[in-house]
Antibody, heavy 120, light 110 residues
Framework: QVQLQQSGPGLVKPSQTLSLTCAIS??????????WNWIRQSPSRGLEWLGR?????????EYAVSLRSRITVNPDTSKNQFSLQLNSVTPEDTAVYYC??????????WGQGTLVTVSS | QSALTQPPSASGSPGQSVTISCTGT?????????VSWYQQHPGKAPKLVIY???KRPSGVPDRFSGSKSGNTASLTVSGLQAEDEADYYC??????????FGGGTKLTVL
């Protein structure tokens, strides 16, 4: 059974960097059939796909166009986890952030969610 | 504003069937057979109930079914049960390594 366990701070100051980690059990971040995604949910923006990392003979990192200048998703093979960094946050980045495993062009396992509030 | 359009609410009595629609464009729903549906109970993470338009993951009751016609996908929940009361979201692959979601439908079991 795949399980995803998220960790990271719930409060970030404006202009700073949001950092979250998603630890994987029951699968591998280096799997050649899965992608490892970040998705957020807010009342104003609904569900929004942010980006992913996946291994297909080499690593690929893919991002939503609207966030491409601010986002980084990276794998950590030594710890079997992946991370999200979102730079220069504003209050509009306040949301519940989820990590999720992707396969068959859908998201079949989700982390527990982390409410991140951007406020001074 | 979400890329895919869903009705904000739907309802049905126990045992009845209810269908939720999800309208996109030829660039997402209409262009790919990669529509998925998620059930979300309050305070919980979304749960995949349909993928690939009409496929059910292991463990999802066959009361859940999906279909698509043109730019509109649909989720039907048959034999409604109290535990089906939740928010439901559709999603579609939109090309260019991008996914879009609907705004969600609150399903009430009367």
């Amino acid at each position: 059974q795949v399980q995803l366990q998220q960790s990271g701070p719930g409060l970030v100051k404006p202009s700073q960097t949001l950092s979250l980690t998603c630890a994987i059990s029951g699968d591998s971040v280096s799997s050649d059939s899965a992608g490892w995604n970040w998705i957020r949910q807010s009342p104003s923006r609904g569900l929004e796909w942010l980006g992913r990392t996946l291994f297909r003979s080499k690593w690929f990192n893919e991002y939503a166009v609207s966030l491409r200048s601010r986002i980084t998703v990276n794998p950590d093979t030594s710890k079997n986890q992946f991370s999200l960094q979102l730079n220069s946050v504003t209050p509009e980045d306040t949301a519940v952030y989820y990590c999720a495993r992707g396969g068959n062009y859908s998201f079949d396992y989700w982390g527990q969610g982390t409410l991140v509030t951007v406020s001074s | 504003q979400s890329a895919l359009t869903q009705p904000p609410s739907a309802s049905g009595s126990p045992g009845q069937s209810v269908t939720i629609s999800c309208t996109g464009t030829s660039s997402d729903v209409g262009g790919y057979n990669y529509v998925s549906w998620y059930q979300q109970h309050p305070g919980k993470a979304p749960k995949l109930v349909i993928y690939g338009v009409s496929k059910r993951p292991s463990g999802v009751p066959d009361r859940f079914s999906g279909s698509k016609s043109g730019n509109t996908a649909s989720l039907t929940v048959s034999g409604l049960q109290a535990e089906d009361e939740a928010d439901y979201y559709c999603s579609s692959y939109a090309g260019g390594n991008n996914w879009v979601f609907g705004g969600g439908t609150k399903l009430t079991v009367l």
